[in-house]
């Protein structure tokens, strides 16, 4: 099975779902490099599928703050 999640250390995208840390969030693996992280938005990568979304909502003038809550990135982020 495919997860659309991508290895902060290597950015492999070889992710298996490793259970669930005490605070319910998803925990993955990397088969690649071995390393264990847990779903968080705030190092996700903004890859291009994502910037080309944003620029949607940009220019349908949705204020940023809906933006970020949607895609799941930081305001000051986007204003950068
Ligand atoms: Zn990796």
Redesign the pocket.
């Given at each position: 099975m495919t997860i659309e999640m991508t290895?902060p250390?290597?950015g492999?995208h070889d992710i298996s779902k490793n259970g669930t840390t005490r605070r319910g969030k998803q925990n993955y693996k990397?088969r690649?490099?071995n390393?264990q992280f847990i779903e968080d938005p705030q190092w996700k990568p903004k890859d291009k599928d994502t910037r080309a979304f944003i620029d949607l909502l940009l220019l349908e003038k949705i204020p940023l703050a809906g933006i970020a809550r949607a895609t799941h990135v930081s305001e000051s982020w986007l204003q950068g």
């Open positions: 290895c250390t290597c492999s990397c690649d490099c390393r």
